[in-house]
């Protein structure tokens, strides 16, 4: 039998109907019920609908692949759309400067010239800095065959299509956030089912995200928070658009944005990203999406504006998206006017209200992840009193029946939601609530990966780490969704591994890449965040575990991938980091001016020399890499040779050999200066970078372990050093102890959390925490999938993948599924008594290892559709099929 083409598409791009790289790669997975099926040849075949290249075009390409037979097999029509790519060097559309100015067309002649691959739309607003309405009118004297839009809005923007809720392709809070003064994202839309013959009209609702950030005169602005630090992107609101039209006869128009829109202020006066908005719904112009709403007086001419400074760039990663919709679990009355709801599930969300009363009564709803005694939203920490009062939305009604109001333009953590100014009964005098519920919102990144086992407080930690994920995922890796929302970057790589088991995590962290060589310094000092909202100080904004992502994660990208399309555009960057960092040594190569184990004892850094030194030897191997695969030969010698350097440092500096202090060598920290001390964090970092000489590996593991049992296998690692504990527990096969640390009654501890009826993981190891849905200690979610499901890849996106039983465990019963870049991996453990049995998946183009104990270890090996047999040995060999097995380790 021939291939089966499941899956078609291009790396780093999730939606491709605005394509503005002149590069791009395919790919194409494959399924065979053949063992032995191999991709012996593939030819990719690109058309356009027109002849030659254009931009502003339909492509449509094809795959043709043989088998080792002979035997070929041509994927269904996949289609792209560009947008501009040789556009990428030059300038964003003309804004004001070009409309008042004409004479600058002379300066930018060539630009003007190249009419078929420039931007053709202006930026227009109404010169102001809060939410507004846009729309233009336009009659059709045909229906077109094709239609795409090209639009942006900042800071976000709702795309509207004649009232059709389909316009905007599912996505809210475009565009995704970055550096506006380097570059701006716009989003591409389809609508050819919804224009029309005749009269039809187009629009956005426009307000302000982190561009123009606003606190009102009542609400809690994080980035202007202590020392003011916030400065805008921008003061005026803006929006661009260009509409491509396809007719059957092979014309083409193209609408684009300019003084002829008209435009209003909005309903919602107050947008502000920290789920803070203001709507008076007395005031919103019912029907204004559509080609019969009748504008009046206070629709004016839009006015061609500045605009941001940065370039367009398509928006690549995956849009954010509703998704799960909650129902309330439990709902009360706390007192008189004020009601509460309780959701059962901490999360990201973007909640729907339906409210009926008088014209002009107010509803005021507040968001929590912790109530108090009273039943009341509580911020636990009180530096931080300022989310529980200063963080509302607020609603007034236009007495037209039931009433819906959802956020515009922002979403938070929350599990309770309190409403005040409403009650239940009709007979209090007060508008009343018909309903509420919780909407998820978060990546539309595809999910990847599901496991539970027969432990119920393991599951729920499994849904725990889960949930904190996913919400934490949007254009960027957030901070917390609650209350920070900003894009640190030590999580990006820290759980990258983590990610890639719940998410497609490839065309994120590709834009997430972007936001960091946009926010390099020019001495080459990538900062701790990005986009970088707010400039700190010291070790938060200057520590290579946080700005070391740009060299870490385009070797993640290749590792579970197979994707290198990042290494050109980002060597240079890598490069002139490492020579910032370098600066920083000190005794020889040490790096040690960071945050340390940051999350040790709540914000205590620790450990400095041994993980920053590490993570900077990790770079340098990385960018050593990348150099061979860009054929930079003297690059990569160069790198090898600085590497090496490190390496040598590293353990002079800190691998203790003596024996004295205890009968086996150990690394030490340089914490305090003078003495020898020995911790699990060191021992696991430099086991886990490869720092470790051959013959001490076994004194490193032994030191390792013996510090866990000093300890009393309780948790002695911050945010970094977690992750590292956890897979060397996975190495020397300790599942006991990762399990006791997790279980401990007192913090650290993840089951004290599930034990308190949290549903997400807190940012400290702490009860009364002041969030509550942070993923940076979420790392044990890896060591799940690597440990006890068992499944880990071996070499590029899984092309060989090992699968480990988890036979010194307490599990009776796993089962779990990865979806990796060749197809979908399922694996069944079941362990009674001394019969152990298993079913594995193994995608074609792939091969599976089934790693057992020893030498003499068997196992009956039995494929769907073939005969048992019998193998031995620690390494056997699966080649794709579906398996059943007994094995007797």
């Keep these: 039998m021939a291939f089966s083409i499941t899956r078609c598409g291009i790396h780093a791009f999730h939606e491709v109907l605005g394509i503005d790289s002149d590069k791009i790669r395919f790919f194409w997975v494959l399924h065979s ?24 075009t339909f492509h449509y390409w094809q795959v043709t692949v043989w088998d080792q037979d002979g035997q070929e097999t041509t994927s269904e029509s996949n289609e792209f759309f560009t947008a501009y790519p040789r556009c990428s060097g030059l300038l964003p559309p003309y804004s004001m400067n070009q409309t008042y100015m004409p004479h600058t067309s002379l300066i930018f002649r060539t630009w003007f010239e ?43 923007f709702n795309f509207v299509c004649n009232g059709d809720p389909a316009a905007a392709n599912g996505h809210v809070l475009d565009p995704g956030w970055t550096n506006y003064h380097r570059t701006v994202q716009f989003v591409a839309y389809d609508i050819s089912n919804i224009l029309k013959a005749g009269e039809n009209v187009i629009g956005a609702h426009v307000g302000n995200g982190f561009y123009a950030g606003d606190q009102g005169d009542d ?35 193209c609408i684009t944005t300019g003084p002829d829109w008209s435009i209003r202020k909005s309903a919602t006066t107050l947008a502000n990203i920290y789920s803070s908005e ?33 370039k367009l760039k398509y928006q690549n990663q995956p849009p954010v998206v509703l998704h799960e919709t909650f129902e309330p679990k439990t709902k009360k009355t706390l007192e008189p006017g004020i009601v509460s709801f309780d959701f059962g599930q901490n999360m990201t969300t973007m909640v729907k209200i339906q409210v009926s009363g008088p014209a002009g009564s107010e509803v005021i709803m507040r968001f929590s992840e912790t109530i108090g005694e009273d039943g009341k939203v509580l911020m636990p920490d009180p530096l931080f009193k300022q989310f529980e009062y200063g963080v509302f939305c607020k609603f007034t009604l236009a007495g037209t029946g039931v009433e819906t109001w959802e956020p515009d333009f922002c979403f938070t953590s929350a599990r309770y939601i309190q ?127 946080w700005g070391g992502a740009v060299a870490l994660l385009p070797e993640i990208l290749r590792f579970y991938y197979d994707s290198t399309h990042v290494f050109e555009k980002l060597f240079d960057p890598c490069v002139r980091y490492m020579e910032y960092i370098r600066t920083k040594e000190r005794d020889g190569g040490l790096i040690e001016h960071g945050l340390g184990d940051w999350g040790r004892d709540i914000a205590f850094g620790n450990n400095q020399a041994n993980i920053e030194t590490a993570i900077y030897y990790r770079c340098l191997r990385n960018i050593e890499r990348m150099a061979h695969e860009l054929d930079k030969p003297e690059a990569e010698t160069r790198f090898r040779e600085w590497a090496n350097r490190i390496y040598t440092v590293y353990n002079a500096r800190l691998l203790v050999t003596d024996k004295k202090l205890h009968p086996y060598a150990f690394y030490t920290s340089r914490d305090e200066p003078g003495t020898q001390d020995r911790n699990m964090v060191a021992q696991a970092f430099a086991l886990q970078f490869d720092l470790v000489p051959a013959q001490h590996i076994p004194d490193i593991q032994r030191a390792f372990l013996a510090d866990c049992a000093a300890a009393q296998n309780r948790i002695q690692a911050g945010e970094i050093g977690l992750k590292y504990l956890w897979n060397t527990l996975a190495d020397v096969d300790r599942p006991d102890i990762v399990l006791e640390m997790a279980r401990q009654e007192e913090h650290p501890s993840y089951m004290r959390f599930i034990r308190r009826g949290e549903t997400t993981l807190n940012e400290f190891w702490q009860d009364a925490c002041r969030s509550k849905c942070h993923d940076m200690l979420g790392t044990i979610y890896e060591w799940f999938y690597e440990a006890v499901l068992g499944v880990k890849p071996e070499s590029e996106a899984y092309r060989t993948w090992t699968v480990r039983p988890p036979l010194r465990s307490e599990f009776g019963r796993v089962e779990g599924s990865v979806e990796c870049p060749y197809g979908v991996i399922e694996v069944v453990y079941e362990k009674k008594g001394e019969v152990v049995k298993m079913k594995i998946t193994v995608p074609t183009s792939t091969t599976g290892f089934l790693l057992l104990p020893g030498d003499d270890s068997e196992v009956a090996v039995t494929r769907r559709g073939g005969d048992t047999v019998t193998k031995k040995g620690r390494r056997v060999s699966l080649k794709p099929g579906r398996y059943e097995l007994e094995l007797k380790p």
């Design 219 to 253: 609400r809690f602005f994080w980035p202007s928070y202590e020392d003011n630090t916030y400065v805008r992107y921008g003061n005026e609101l803006c929006f661009f658009a260009e509409v491509h039209l396809f007719y059957d006869d092979g014309s083409r128009e």
């Design 419 to 545: 409403i005040e100014g409403a009650s239940f009964k009709s007979d209090q005098g007060l508008p009343v609530v018909h309903s509420v519920v919780s909407r998820h919102v978060s990546s539309a990144a595809r999910r990847l990966g599901s496991m539970k086992t027969d432990k119920e407080d393991v599951n729920k930690l499994i849904d725990m780490c889960y949930w904190s994920f996913v919400s934490n995922l949007f254009s960027y890796h957030t901070d917390c969704p609650q209350m920070e929302k900003f894009g640190w970057l030590e999580v990006t790589h820290l759980l990258a591994p983590a990610t890639q088991y719940i998410r497609d995590m490839e065309s994120l962290y590709s834009k997430i890449l972007d936001d960091i060589v946009d926010a390099q310094e020019p001495n080459g000092l990538c900062p701790t965040m990005a986009p970088e909202i707010r400039y700190m100080c010291g070790p938060l904004h200057d520590t290579i575990t």
């Design 278 to 310: 203001t709507k008076d719904l007395r005031n919103y112009p019912t029907g204004w999406d559509t080609p019969s709403y009748e504008q009046g007086a206070e629709w004016k001419n839009a006015t061609p504006v500045t605009g941001p400074r940065g």
């Design 114 to 156: 190249d009419e078929p691959n420039r931007w053709k739309g202006v930026w227009i607003g109404d010169n102001g800095d809060k939410p507004l309405y846009l729309r233009k009118s336009i009659h059709l004297e045909r229906k077109p065959s094709r239609a795409i839009v090209f639009a942006s809005g900042l800071g976000h």
């Design 33 to 56: 019920d053949r063992e032995d099926a191999q991709q012996t040849a593939y030819r990719v075949k690109v058309s356009l609908s027109q002849g030659g290249f254009h931009s502003a």
